[in-house]
């Protein structure tokens, strides 16, 4: 059992890592809001675009809301408070997380050509995964909800700490699945084409890797700490540490992925040219000025 103090130090790295994935989220937006308005709002509507935009400003909002109340700027009265909180904060945080998955996904159609069959693919395993993830978050609301011991230290900092679970960490493995299968979906291909030396250095492969990589990288460790949280720290202040730090950081790369590419094309298309049983494009080579000037061909454009 820990004392008080002991807690109250717990209280204070939550409200830490809150601030901390707020003054990301905002600064990043002002760092790139130049190549939103630049690169997005000049585009046609499709379903990328909307879903960043979405994703980008309701982010903003809920990710203040969330930060406001775990300062104490928001006091938490009751546990009826509470409970609606929680239910605020975690459809906010569902469909912040499933908009950067779909458009992650969207990115993995558009590496493998927009063909169908690898539509129908992951648009089969999203809805399996969806179901799974939202039947969990839905229990774990429902059992905080039901218990009156949900919320730990309310009297004494008016902050809504629910406490952790099994649902949760469930919750974060079975997203954290759908991850490495995305980042595969988009590795296995730029893997291919990065073996083809013409095609290593083509902006596109650049990029589509890097970004790739990072949020990777970022789901990974975005994942672990809310396994680790829900399980070594689940009746601590530090239980739901992800939703505070977590989700805005993924959030953010996952909108970087989007806005690098759109800065490298003015509108979205299929990205990558027909890869041929063998995984190797068809590929064009010309010299232009003594610079070596390499162009994918048979490749299908598509608004996505």
Same mark, same amino acid.
């Given at each position: 059992m820990e004392s008080f103090q002991e807690a109250m130090h717990k209280v204070f790295l939550r409200q830490l890592f809150? =601030? $901390?994935?707020?003054?990301?989220?905002? *600064?990043?937006?002002?760092?790139?809001?130049?190549?939103?308005?630049?690169h997005i709002w000049s585009a046609k509507w499709t379903v990328a675009k909307a879903l960043f935009l979405f994703n980008r400003y309701m982010n903003l909002v809920g990710q203040t809301v969330f930060t406001l109340q775990q300062l104490d700027v928001w006091h938490a009265s009751s546990f009826k408070f509470c409970s609606h909180f929680l239910w605020f904060m975690g459809i906010f945080g569902f469909i912040s997380g499933e908009s950067i998955r779909i458009l992650v996904l969207l990115?993995?159609?558009?590496?493998?050509?927009?063909?169908?069959? =690898? $539509?129908?693919?992951?648009?089969?395993? *999203?809805?399996?995964?969806?179901?799974a993830n939202f039947g969990v978050v839905l229990y774990a609301i429902t059992r905080i909800r039901l218990s009156q011991q949900a919320f730990v230290y309310l009297e004494e900092t008016g902050i809504c700490i629910?406490?952790?679970?099994?649902?949760?960490?469930?919750?974060?493995?079975?997203g954290f699945s759908l991850d490495v299968f995305a980042f595969a979906m988009v590795a296995y291909p730029l893997s291919k084409l990065y073996m083809t030396t013409q095609l290593r250095y083509s902006p596109f492969v650049r990029v589509l890797s890097m970004d790739a990589l990072l949020y990777f990288f970022v789901t990974v460790s975005s994942g672990t700490l809310g396994i680790i949280t829900q399980t070594v720290f689940s009746n601590t202040p530090l239980a739901d540490t992800a939703m505070g730090f977590g989700l805005p950081v993924t959030t953010v790369f996952g909108q970087r992925v989007v806005l690098n590419l759109r800065q490298l094309r003015s509108k979205s298309q299929c990205l990558l040219p027909n890869i041929d049983p063998t995984g190797h494009p068809a590929y064009e080579m010309s010299r232009t000025g003594g610079v070596m000037v390499v162009r994918t061909v048979d490749v299908t454009v598509e608004e996505y």
């Open positions: 809150s =601030v $901390a994935g707020e003054a990301f989220l905002v *600064y990043n937006y002002f760092i790139t809001l130049r190549m939103e308005v630049d990115r993995a159609w558009a590496v493998w050509g927009c063909k169908r069959p =690898v $539509a129908v693919t992951l648009i089969g395993i *999203y809805l399996f995964y969806f179901l629910a406490r952790g679970g099994p649902a949760g960490w469930i919750a974060a493995v079975i």
